[in-house]
């Protein structure tokens, strides 16, 4: 009975220890051996040339990627300010994807990438398929989308929101002939 007494005693202390050296380095401004998991936020999509032949729909039936198209993400907060603003280029394929570096949310619901972020169409390098066009309200900004999609790290994790897609429209269309 007395060793078992003693085994307590000496569990306690050890326990107590253990508790006082981790808050006594935690205030000290000492790092514990749990990092920080980083959670960053992105947003991935496509951006395309709509064909002559879909003007004034929301088709991409026949539409072309667009390479080194330029997109931008725009965040407000709940007090309709802009809090987070970038522009991103896409690549070979027309995607684009851009980790939102520096993206804050003051208020977790408010503030939430789905609830304050969209995506805009800004520039495209085809000059014969340049105009804005509203697939997707890209005009007044697409919204974003969870479709569960995460890359996970040791101690990093990437939540990856999707926009779009998006497209841009020929500035002249030949006349269609109904024979």
Known sequence: MASSQLLIVISSLLLFTFVFSSATAAADGIPTKTAEKKVDV????MVYCQSCEQFGTWSLTGAEP???????VICKD??????????????GNGYFYGQLEGFKMDNYLLDHPLQSCHVKPVSSPIEKCNLLSNVNY??????????????????????IYAAGPLAFRPAHCPPTTHL
Not at 42 to 45: I, M, P, Q, R, T
Not at 78 to 91: A, C, P
Not at 138 to 159: C, F, Q
């Open 78 to 91: 709940h007090k309709d300010r802009v809090s987070y603003y970038k522009v991103f280029e896409t690549d």
């Open 66 to 72: 667009i390479p080194s198209a330029k997109v931008s």
């Open 42 to 45: 992105v947003v991935e999509g």
């Open 138 to 159: 890209g005009l007044d900004g697409s919204p974003l989308r969870y479709e569960n999609k995460r890359l996970m790290g040791k101690n990093y994790e990437a939540v």
